[in-house]
């Protein structure tokens, strides 16, 4: 078959990815983009139909109704591979939080060098919540608690781990009805992978029924833990102003970008670039200063809590080398290609892998340790700085957005409360009024077997003008960033008329950046608040809001997909199904992508479905969000009923007590 090589336009809508494609080509380097074209993936694979769980496989199954060595069924098989890339995806997130905890106690303990408490009100909210006593207690020893609480979730045997807690009542007793309750982080995981062992589990709802324990374990266990302690360590995230694109490189600096995903290197680093020493050293070296951007969801993290730049999301990291103008690029952990060591061999940029658990041969190992933070962070920037002198010609295209980050739940909260009071009730009141129609997450990777930035983009506009308020985390936020749709009131304009008014009274953008895919768990905490304030119904799977993955392509993808299911959320994912079925013509068996749908929907209200094209994506969310709306007896969605004269109106209703504001806003709908 004729291989089909993309136009630069095709490959990506960015135009700084666009320019430094062309100066791969010119200078004869291959990337993502080109390798994506030259190899065409596996149609047995891609549909989920190839097991090599053993070695009288691989076994491929290529026909309706044929079995593997074993006899196992193509239902099974897709079955096992989607819990084990699940379980793949939990086990990421996850051991991100155990070591964000580590980290916490080591801080506690006055063990970690550089690091401190930094928000000791979250702290203490929440340790509350798990009854760890903090009146008239030192912020260490709550932490070391906390710490303690936490690290046990991993080890856990038995039970349920505590942070299932703050998921709505109602949500918690279903779980527990299914026996889905999440006995302990580790366990979960390993379990997946036993089951999936050849001769174990082989019937496909029964261990679809663990995928979803198992994410479990990620969204209401590891994601959540690390997203708690990322804050309490490194501050929780309100709104700064930021840019995103490779124009943030500078020409007349020593550039080092951070990438991967653990906030705890990147933090010490952006410390260390301020220090006068290390100034001093750059200059010395004949560069201004050290000037930091982020990748990936490291960059998210840095950004919402720094203002330090974002470099570009997963597809930009072998582009930004190819600046030529990258001292350094420092990985941690998930999402590094290991292309980037042969690429950088056509430049003079360094790749130092620095996690204990991630080496790529020819990187240059510096591994990091948080009880020497600063001192590592220095020497890498130091490394970096050295190799300023052997930089070659650069081109650095001058492409960047301006953007306006940090949109956590605390702030969000703080927020809507406006004059009154810090609350989800203005949040609540827009959405049963229709100004608001609902709640869209466009969240994830990209893909390059999709046009880059494209679906993530295109998605979000479109439900901008239907009035769907949009939040967003991971590469995803970062596509959205680089079309400048995290700004302020720029572009509120092409946003439906009610959530104009809705963005216009409270001063935010349509589009709130959440964080990193870590950080979805966020989007989850909105959601119980906004079910707890009253009026959306009692559990998740009531609120009028749907989840998206448009350009997705990792295993956490899929666990955050599956925990956001299981929580009561729609999820729509784009590109290939890993369980394909019936959109393949090779087999008529849909069951497990039937199941995941239809099946999983009856017992969570949420379920998991994979579409290829975006207005088909947009209407099924608006479909669903309507559905809802109904569902709540809410008035139907209608556009006309808001436009300019809305603001004045939405400022003397603020003004009347809750129950007149109320009736005045949704008249006679119940
Ligand atoms: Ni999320 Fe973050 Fe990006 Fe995808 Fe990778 S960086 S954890 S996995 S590619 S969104
Ligand atoms: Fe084949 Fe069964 Fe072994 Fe899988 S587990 S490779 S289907 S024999």
Known sequence: MAKKMRTTEQRSIDPATQEMLIRADSLGIGTAFTRADDMAPCPIGADGMCCKHCGMGPCRLTKDGSVGICGATIDTIQARNLVRAIAAGSAAHSDHGRDMAFTLKAVANGE???YSLRDVAKLRTVAAKYDIPIEDRAPEEIANDLADLYIAQFGQQKGKIIPVSRAPQKRQKLWEEQGVIPRGVDREVVEALHRTHIGDDQDPEHLLQHAIRTALADGWGGSLMATDISDILFGTPAPVLGQANLGVLQADMVNVVVHGHEPTLSEMIVAASQDPEIIAYAQAAGAKGVNLSGICCTANEILMRQGIPAAGNFLQQELAIITG?????????????????????????????????????????????????????KNILKEAIDNFKNRGEISIPDVREDLIPGFSHEYI??????SYRASFRPLNDAIMSGRIRGVAAIVGCNNPRSQHDYLHTYVTRELLKQDVLIVETGCGAIASAKQGLLLGEAGLDKVGPGLQEICETIGIPPVLHMGSCVDNTRILTVLTQMVEEGGLGDDIDQVPAVGLAPEWMSEKALSIGAYCVASGVYVIFGGTSPVRGMANKVTDSDAVAHYI?????????GKLEFV???DEMIRRTLAHIDK????LKLPEYDPTRFGASGDSRMMELEDLPLAERQAAMYGAAS
């Open 112 to 114: 970690a060098e550089g």
């Open 325 to 377: 103008a990258v001292e350094a690029m420092v990985v941690d952990v998930q999402c590094i290609m290991q292309a980037l060591v042969g690429l950088a061999g056509n430049f003079h940029t360094k790749i130092i892998t620095t996690s204990p658990k991630v080496k790529i041969k020819g990187a240059l190992h510096m591994q990091f340790d948080e009880h020497q933070a600063m001192t590592i962070a």
């Open 413 to 418: 909260n703080y927020m809507l409360g406006g």
């Open 597 to 605: 749908s239809a099946g999983w929907e009856e017992i969570y209200g």
């Open 612 to 614: 290829v094209d975006p």
């Open 628 to 631: 809802k709306r109904a569902a």
